[in-house]
């Protein structure tokens, strides 16, 4: 029998396969990316996902938001499948909204390594009060933070330099 003909997407084990369970908790290792064959063209993608849930971590009560997530490719692009099993894994998570929308940022920066990325999460009312996040990336402010030095102030916290 001949052997299997590698692919460009080999790597990608989720898309056309089916698959009957969410992962457990939130990793950026759930999401997988392949090849940007536009690397040299600055673009922006765009995804929303209308129905994420997740957990209060004090009264356990679901909640419910809008989150759209844009980022400007690297070399890296995110498959689409993947995210939707990342994004559903927070449905049994409890953090608070702000802790959430971080962390996506966070785990798509790990994930694909974007120029510019941006979470902004839309949060239903709860108690009569909204509440909307956002948090965002660019290598430019990656790369000041890393070099910034810390200062601590017993007055006022830390302040950089």
């Known amino acids: 029998m001949p052997a299997k003909k590698k692919t460009k997407y080999e790597s990608l084990t989720l898309l056309g396969k089916p698959v009957s369970r969410y992962p457990s908790a939130p990793s950026a290792m759930t999401i997988e990316t392949f090849k940007n064959q ?35 490719p690297g070399d890296r692009c995110i498959e689409t499948k993947s995210l939707k099993f990342y994004l559903a894994s927070y449905r049994n998570t409890p953090s608070f909204n702000e802790e959430i929308v971080n962390r996506i940022l966070d785990d798509v920066v790990a994930a694909c390594g974007p120029q510019e990325a941006l979470v902004y ?14 948090a965002q990336y660019t290598e430019d402010i990656a790369e000041a933070a890393n070099g910034r030095r810390i200062r601590k102030s017993s007055s006022a916290g830390a302040k950089s330099l």
């Open 121 to 134: 999460g839309e949060f239903a009312a709860r108690g009569g009060i909204s509440l909307s996040a956002e």
């Open 38 to 72: 536009y690397a040299n063209r600055r673009y922006l993608i765009k995804f929303e996902c209308a129905d994420f849930t997740s957990l209060c971590p004090v009264t356990g009560q679901p909640d419910f938001a809008k989150i759209t997530i844009e980022y400007v």
